[in-house]
């Protein structure tokens, strides 16, 4: 990315593609962009042409940050916010205006009742591109998190698009607008998919649960335990919403986010849980039986959950999740080869002795374990044992490869992956609210239904939509949602309302006597740089600042600078018209000297 952005390669090949790539009328060239850099990465995993195909993918990056900053810095104010959110989360078909004759994919399997057939399963947003290719330049430039932040906070609403939906309500497909409160409802279900709520919302649940799963091991004793009853249904409705979250942007997409591997670890202690408390139930063993004791190691899983919700954006737990990915792979190959050192040692002791002497697999996979985390040498020592010079031949060569290779490869591994994090800290955070902002706005009505009230409205909601018409369905479930949720959409309509009458209160300059706030040494430091300058000192600062005497290639030194200030290209204009007149101002009055002194 840095040998793009130098001045030479910047004026030579960055420019001239970005001013042949940019026309303000097509807000699909981002896009193809990000897609030909997912295409290049893909095709970056063959060893021919590997290097020129990742440079090929940086930049498509580059340009497609750079295009993006065209269309924000020519569309200032909030329709040209509204044009960044039509780029960004607007979906385009990627055979959108091929030739008829070109083969294109079958339709993908609907989930029944579903009744779309506009083709938008086929449609992916730039957003998503983005986030599927770790595209993390172009994520935090001030064009795309100006748009991001917009649907993180909810003043961009609109209807995303899905792989699938559970439970799909289309009768009223919502466009890319602004929202205002003013003008919304006051039990407005829509603002449950707004990311920042959605995220709350979900914090809350999974509280919730684990306040279920602490009642449920503290009770785990008594004769009733209808906490485990409890818990049992809620974590079915829980996990209801979980895979429908998967299922509707696609694994690529949930895997990005913090907890992804979290989740699916208690769900896979969950079901070995389920079948095995079913299977003491069929036992009459309850108490004495093998489901609990599964149950009890979901507690770390749980609190480490609760910890990486309240602290998204820590990161520690950003390196942990950038981390895993490479200590996953690492752990799997080491025990590979640590199965095959098993097997030799099996093998050896029984050719050696005749079988007079064998060794049970636990015995020999404990003395190995020990050697691997260095624990204990006992292996080596009953080495001998499995044969005179082979045996401690191989839990010597076992001990260098499992303990001191091993380790060493993966502190390296995690040590590199842990700098990178640091040395673009910034870029990784904004990343990760991207991939939260995107998740969190949902399609399927599912995610409307809280635990365990979804698996409720999927039993019954989905057979009634295949026997009415979409708009009674749609009747139904919005009474069902809003009934269900006038709680929270009561508290978000209040505090929405009331931000937004506090924001008109200190545009008015109405300010209530006691704040306490204000009660700070340095409110008029903050208050002189919030304040409007004059208009001549505006003029003088601009002054001391002369387009003209600054380089072309200085100037394109500071993209992001320009990027980060929408009023920039206002600026330029104004000071490029003060040079004009300058000049012409100094052109007259030479013109002025130089006829006196002819007369």
Known sequence: MEHFRDPKMNALVVRPLVERLYNPDDISVVYC????????????????????????????????SRVLRRFHEDNPGPQGLLLLSHILVEGFDPFQGAPSHMERPANRPQWPGSGD??????????????IVSESKFFISSAACQRAVDAVHNGQIIYTPLSFMDFLPDHYKRRPISLYDPRTAPLLNHHRLIVPRNRNLIELVHFVILLVLYVMTMISRHSEVNMWEFAFCIYT??????????????????HAQNLWAFLDITFASIFGAYFILRIYDFLLDQLHSGYGLPILCIAAPVMLTRVAFNLLPNNLVF?????????FTVLTFLATWCFTGFLLALQWLVSASNDGNEEFSWYVVGKWMLWIWFGLDGEGIEESVRFHIILGPALMIAFAFLGNTLFLTILIAMLTNTFSKIVADETAEIQFRRAVLTFEGVKSDSIFAYPPPFNILALMVLLPLKLVTTARIFHIVNVALIRTLNM???????????????????RA???????????????????????SIPPTEISDIIDQLDPLGEVPILEDDLMPTMAGDNPQSKLRRWRMLQREGHRRTDDTGAWSSSSSIKNE
């Not at 079915?236 to 997409?253: C, D, P, R, T």
């Not at 950003?318 to 490479?326: P, T």
């Not at 709680?487 to 209160?505: A, D, G």
């Open 33 to 64: 962009l990000l897609a030909n850099r997912v295409s290049f990465l893909r095709e970056q995993s063959k060893e021919v042409h590997q290097s020129v195909n990742q440079a090929r993918a940086i930049l498509c990056e580059l340009l497609a």
């Open 117 to 130: 057939t506009s083709g938008s399963e086929r449609k992916v947003t730039a957003l998503e591109l983005a």
């Open 236 to 253: 079915f409705g829980w996990l209801l919403e979980k895979m429908a979250a998967i299922i509707e942007h696609g694994w690529a997409v």
């Open 318 to 326: 950003i390196s942990v999740h950038a981390m895993m990915k490479d």
């Open 487 to 505: 709680p929270t959409l009561l508290l978000i309509s209040f505090v929405e309302r009331r931000r937004l009458w506090m924001q008109s209160r």
């Open 508 to 530: 008015s300059g109405k300010r209530s006597k006691w704040q306490f706030t204000s009660l700070s040494p340095h409110n008029d430091v903050q208050a002189v740089f919030k």
